[in-house]
């Protein structure tokens, strides 16, 4: 079992910069992939970035590539999301998840624990 926390979220101003954390519990951390999703209202939920046990891996969704960095520290039980460049139409709850599979996915279901999410506004 892992519980997650995420925190950093806020409202901030397009062009400015935000890092995101998700405290994991337990002492599994290491041995889950991790994932940042968002949903926005009205809208489904949408991968955001994952990466592997190790951190040797990175996946990105395509339009977050090069304004957003997903990253872990395994010796604090913490995954980051460092995003850059925020625009307006980043605005959503930031969730953070944990995947016990080997592989590295993009896809919501496969992930197997979820934090409560941290809000993100950008105002134009």
């Known amino acids: 079992q892992v519980q997650l926390v995420e925190s950093g979220g806020g409202l901030v101003q397009a062009g400015t910069s935000l890092r995101l954390s998700c405290a994991a519990s337990?002492?599994?951390?290491?041995?889950?992939?991790m994932g940042w999703f968002r949903q926005a209202p009205g809208k489904e939920r949408q991968f955001v970035a994952a990466i592997s046990r190790s951190g040797d891996r990175t996946i990105y969704e395509d339009s977050n590539k090069g304004r957003f960095t997903i990253s872990r520290d395994n010796a604090q039980n913490t995954v980051y999301l460092q995003m850059n460049r925020l625009k307006p139409e980043d605005t959503a709850v930031y969730y953070c998840?944990?995947?016990?599979?080997?592989?590295?996915?993009?896809?919501?279901?496969?992930?197997?624990?979820w934090g409560q999410g941290t809000q993100v506004t950008v105002s134009s």
């Open positions: 337990g002492r599994t951390f290491s041995t889950n992939n």
């Open positions: 998840a944990a995947d016990r599979d080997v592989l590295l996915y993009a896809t919501a279901w496969r992930y197997d624990y």
